[in-house]
């Protein structure tokens, strides 16, 4: 009898491991899209007027039930619920599409470009090349979303690299690699969550936040950093993906629709985030905040060795060599347009 | 071969804890040794808290002290209750097994990504506490269904049924989910575990809609692993440490020799210092695991009645939510797009007034039922001072840690956890490292589990709701039918007792408050105002049964049934209520500050 018990037990451990299941289809396909940005932002605005647009313009065959703030989760949890097609879409920041492929990680090399115009060429030019390595993880790309250029917020000026250098620098929990290459190049690197950057300001844990003008008026944290570094260490770079198992339950002439619809929304972010940006700076120095411009060939020097370092390290050799030609390319054309590090 | 499992279970737990005891300070000392920390040390201690939590749920299981509502005692002694917890059990054992099979899920995905937490340690690695965990459980809910073949029999019916659903889907996908929901509450009201209630109920609605049950397990691993969880299980085991030694008996002296010439002072003394560290460890219901087991004895030998002292110490760890600088207000000021400081002023007074209301009520019980008195010496009180001095640097030793920039919330609760360690085993000697210490972890990693697996399936409940656009609808069914401001806020106050009762705070925080903060402006009321309430009112959810984590938390903590908490939890509750209403209605309480300061 308590053999019998047992091998019930053993039977139902098995079982555990083995079952799968099976998926069924539907005629509406029901696109359930989530994002980190921000309720009421510009982001998460573009994101509703893509929603009302597509369930327009495909006559309900499409919905897409947008979930923004972070309700379902931070972008690796997103990732994971897409995964197992709990979700559908999502509207990634660079963190969630690095880690679905490092080649992402481009948009992150510090310094590499000059301009918003210069960085929609070499989008432009990179499109390609990255939207095939999404789908061979499984997503398909959907548009392009500007999110604005990071700066770098301190408690005390800063006015040369080393002074940079020895300031506890905020990174973010979770990329080692990233925290990795601060260290090798001399910088004081704190990993810490989004979260506890107020408190660590507050403390000193860390005294340097690299972040976006319109993230530091909206979390608050330029309050803590009166000394904006005009730097333009890296721009913010996201995009909307779907999941190919959605997307090719979507109608061909449907799929033509949604991106139609998704590349108008990634036109007016590329003409209103800037536009926004410049106000949240206006609006922060208004209540105190200083901005001081970084320029001159001891930055230039510098930050052309700092960029060299992530080739490899943190992007793949052949992405970064691909989105250095595009960018010397849109350079020779544009010989007016690199004057010095810039936020514009 | 049983008992040596169970030891090596039990080890492999303790030693985990005290890994994440261990890390963190060491990140400490390299970081400032070389300026840089130990590579990943940040996640491995996020993810040891998941193993500690799922390992110490499966040890819960195994002792048969997973957490229900204490309703089974209802059910008539003898064969009806042995059928009805047997039943309760498969019922249980059912939906762990789907739950472990949505860990599985989970794990294979990961591994396909290859993924990795640090230094080359992949993800699925770290995620494997989860199937491990709710397959033991499963297991062991099902062998504890009774002692006759029978129960054991009913409860290996359950895994099995369990299975049929993994396997056969279509048994649930598109078909109306409430029978297996009234299966499961029937199942509740016998006895069965919370976890499975809360769990089952997300899979269940989950695979109704069609949507794979891992979703659930992925807001567990999510939760589990959050970066500021940690502090939890650390302050916890500082708790516990101190709780085993000497140490209430020292601080019951320094009440007695200051404050007991005061009516009711000891209980107003328990309040305040509640109040005070939940407002630094950033909420919830870390109070009570952490100083309850030192004060509960305290008050108890002060001659304070029993119920009276659960009720107190249940609510305080809610006390101080609305005093800076605790995390749900800069959560809330964030989400809500208000400044920060501006949150913190409007919170003082209703802060105060709650814990000034909460300390009231220990007055009248002190004079009501004539605690001992003792006049004020100078002499004692010095003496008593001197004697619980390392006791009372704890406070400070935790503050110091957190605002010299040398540690941050999780590194200064591993330093209060060594602090806790050093006193009681090598300065007053009360804890035997030998003897005492083994026990001590597995009885906390047991508490700090049983607590997990039920927050980490409520977590994906939550995720149900929230993709349902449930709030939401809510909002607009208030909108559609309130006109009057008097109204609107009294449905806001039962709308956000309902939001606390099931959701986790942040959650609730990040979910809900973009919703109300318009229909506030609609209605007229003042941004931080609205604020304050909504946190007030989630202070008062965490106190309500089911997913009050505070009824659960001093459940374990002083090991009463859930029912028997709620019971001495209910008139404190109801003076909060009061406390909240006041909040509500009285704006000035919140404004007053405000404009004074501007």
Request: glycine share 8%.
């Given at each position: 009898?308590?053999?019998v ?10 079982a ?11 005629q ?10 921000p ?9 509703r ?30 990732l994971?619920?897409?995964r ?16 679905i492929?490092?080649?992402?990680n ?19 030019a990179?499109t ?5 390595r ?26 040369t690299?080393?002074?940079?250098k ?20 001399g910088?004081?690197p704190?990993?810490?969550?989004m ?36 730097i333009?260490?890296?721009p ?20 033509q629709?949604i991106?139609?619809s ?7 972010l590329e003409d209103?985030?800037?536009r926004?940006?410049?106000t ?5 120095q ?5 901005v001081?411009?970084?320029?001159g ?12 370092t ?14 250095l030609?595009a960018?010397?390319?849109y ?14 | 071969m ?20 261990v890390?963190?300070l ?20 996020q ?11 499966a ?8 957490l ?8 008539p002694e003898g064969?009806?209750?042995q ?21 599985v899920?989970?794990v ?5 990504v290859g ?9 699925w690695v770290g995620?494997?506490?989860?199937p ?9 809910l099902?062998?504890?269904a009774?002692?006759s073949w ?7 019916a ?6 049929a659903?993994?396997?056969y ?10 029978p297996?929901?009234v ?13 499975a ?27 589990s692993?959050?970066p500021?969880?940690?502090?939890i ?7 516990f440490?101190?709780a ?5 008996t020292r601080l019951l ?20 210092l509640?109040t ?19 004060l ?8 304070y ?13 809610s006390?101080?939510l609305l005093l800076?600088p605790?995390?749900?207000?800069i959560?809330?000021?964030v989400?809500a797009?208000?400044?920060i400081?501006?949150?913190f002023?409007g ?26 008195r ?8 010095v ?7 390392w ?9 110091f840690a ?9 590194e200064?609760?591993?330093v ?20 005492d ?26 995720n ?12 607009n069914?208030?909108q559609?039918h309130i006109?009057?401001?008097l109204?609107?806020l ?5 709308f ?28 007229g ?5 609205l604020?304050?309430?909504f ?10 049964p ?9 459940s ?17 509750m ?6 909240v ?8 309480l919140?404004?007053?500050l405000l404009?004074?300061?501007?």
């Amino acid at each position: 009898m308590r053999h019998v018990s047992r091998s019930i037990l053993a039977l139902a451990v098995a079982a555990l491991v083995v079952v799968s299941a099976d998926v069924p289809s539907a005629q509406t396909v029901n696109i359930k899209l989530a994002s980190v940005v921000p309720e009421g932002s510009i982001w998460s605005n573009s994101l509703r007027q893509m929603s009302t647009e597509v369930s327009k313009e495909t006559g309900g065959r499409v919905t897409l039930t947008v979930f923004a703030g972070g309700s379902q989760g931070d972008e690796s949890t997103v990732l994971r619920k897409m995964r197992l097609d709990a979700l559908q879409a999502a509207a990634l920041t660079g963190v969630g599409l690095g880690t679905i492929d490092g080649a992402f990680n481009v948009f992150d090399v510090p310094f590499f470009f000059d301009s918003y115009d210069e960085l929609n060429a070499v989008t432009a030019a990179l499109t390609p090349t990255l939207a095939k390595r999404l789908d061979a993880k499984g997503f398909v790309l959907v548009n392009w979303g500007n999110g604005g250029w990071t700066q770098i917020f301190t408690k005390k000026p800063v006015n040369t690299v080393n002074e940079l250098k020895k300031a506890k620098l905020w990174t973010s929990a979770g990329n080692d690699r990233m925290v990795q290459w601060f260290k090798s190049n001399g910088f004081e690197p704190r990993a810490m969550a989004m979260t506890d950057i107020m408190t660590g300001l507050t403390t000193g844990m860390v005294e340097a936040v690299p972040t976006t003008p319109i993230a530091a008026l909206g979390y608050q944290w330029y309050k803590q950093t009166p000394n904006m570094l005009d730097i333009g260490l890296a721009p913010v770079v996201g995009a909307t993906i779907v999941t190919k198992k959605a997307w090719n339950a979507i109608a061909a002439e449907d799929r033509q629709k949604i991106l139609a619809s998704a590349a108008a929304v990634q036109k007016q972010l590329e003409d209103n985030v800037p536009r926004t940006e410049a106000t949240a700076i206006a609006e922060m120095q208004r209540r105190g905040l200083v901005v001081t411009k970084a320029s001159g060939p001891e930055w230039r020097k510098e930050v052309d060795g700092l960029a060299a370092t992530m080739r490899g390290e943190m992007v793949p050799k052949d992405m970064f060599d691909l989105a250095l030609k595009a960018r010397d390319a849109y350079r020779k054309q544009h010989p007016a347009a690199q004057a010095a590090p810039a936020a514009k | 071969m049983i008992p040596i499992l169970s030891a090596l279970e039990d080890g492999i737990a303790a030693l985990a804890l005290a890994a994440m005891v261990v890390l963190p300070l060491a990140e400490i000392v390299v970081r400032r040794i070389f300026g840089v920390g130990i590579p990943g040390s940040g996640p491995f201690v996020q993810h040891l808290t998941l193993w500690i939590g799922f390992l110490g749920a499966a040890i819960a299981a195994r002792d048969g002290k997973l957490l229900s509502l204490a309703t089974g005692t209802f059910v008539p002694e003898g064969r009806p209750r042995q059928i009805a917890s047997a039943f309760a059990s498969a019922v249980a054992a059912c939906m762990s097994t789907i739950l472990a099979w949505g860990a599985v899920q989970l794990v294979r995905s990961e591994r396909e990504v290859g993924s990795i937490i640090a230094a080359g340690v992949p993800t699925w690695v770290g995620q494997l506490a989860l199937p491990i965990g709710f397959t033991l459980i499963a297991l062991r809910l099902a062998w504890r269904a009774g002692t006759s073949w029978f129960a054991r029999a009913l409860g290996a019916a359950g895994i099995l049924v369990g299975i049929a659903l993994i396997r056969y889907p279509g048994l649930l996908e598109n078909r109306p989910a409430w029978p297996g929901l009234v299966v499961v509450l029937v199942a509740a009201a016998v006895g069965a575990p919370i976890f499975a209630i809360l769990g089952g109920a997300g899979v269940l609605l989950f695979m109704s809609d069609g949507v794979t049950p891992a979703t659930v397990l992925i807001e567990t691993y999510s939760l589990s692993v959050s970066p500021t969880l940690p502090a939890i299980p650390l302050f916890t085991l500082a708790g516990f440490i101190l709780a085993e030694g000497h140490a209430s008996t020292r601080l019951l002296r320094v009440f007695r020799a200051w404050f007991g010439w005061i009516p009711g002072g000891t209980a107003v003394v328990c309040a305040i210092l509640c109040t005070f560290f939940t407002a630094f460890t950033g909420g919830s219901g870390v109070t009570i695991l952490a100083v309850g087991g030192v004060l509960f004895p305290a008050l108890l030998k002060e001659g304070y009645r029993d119920r009276f002292s659960l009720g107190l110490l249940t609510t305080s760890g809610s006390l101080g939510l609305l005093l800076p600088p605790s995390l749900p207000l800069i959560l809330y000021a964030v989400v809500a797009q208000i400044p920060i400081e501006d949150l913190f002023i409007g919170g003082i007074l209703p802060g105060i007034l709650l814990t000034a209301m909460i300390a009231a009520w220990g007055v009248r019980e002190g004079m009501r039922f004539a605690t001992t008195r003792h006049p004020f010496r100078t002499r004692e009180a010095v003496a008593s001072l001197w004697a619980a001095k390392w006791e009372l640097a704890m406070p400070l030793v935790v503050v110091f840690a957190m605002f010299s920039g040398l540690a941050t919330a999780v590194e200064a609760a591993a330093v209060t956890a060594l602090y806790a360690l050093l006193i009681q085993t090598v300065i007053h000697r009360d804890l035997s490292l030998r003897r005492d210490l083994v026990r001590v972890f597995v009885e906390c990693v047991l508490v700090i589990g049983g607590v997990l697996v039920i927050l980490g399936v409520a977590v994906g409940l939550t995720n149900y709701l929230v993709g349902v656009q449930l709030p939401a609808k809510l909002v607009n069914w208030v909108q559609a039918h309130i006109e009057s401001r008097l109204a609107f806020l009294l449905a806001l106050n039962v709308f956000l007792l309902v939001v606390g009762w099931l959701m986790e705070i942040f959650a609730a925080i990040v979910v809900v408050v973009p919703l109300i903060v318009p229909l506030g402006a609609a209605f007229g009321i003042h941004p931080v105002h609205l604020g304050i309430i909504f946190v007030a009112n989630l202070e008062l959810g965490f106190l309500t049964p089911l997913v009050g984590i505070n009824i659960f938390l001093a459940s374990y903590r002083f090991k009463r049934p859930v029912l028997e908490v709620c019971r001495a939890a209910l008139p404190f509750m109801a003076i909060l209520a009061i406390g909240v209403l006041v909040i509500t209605y009285v704006p000035w309480l919140t404004t007053g500050l405000l404009t004074m300061f501007r």
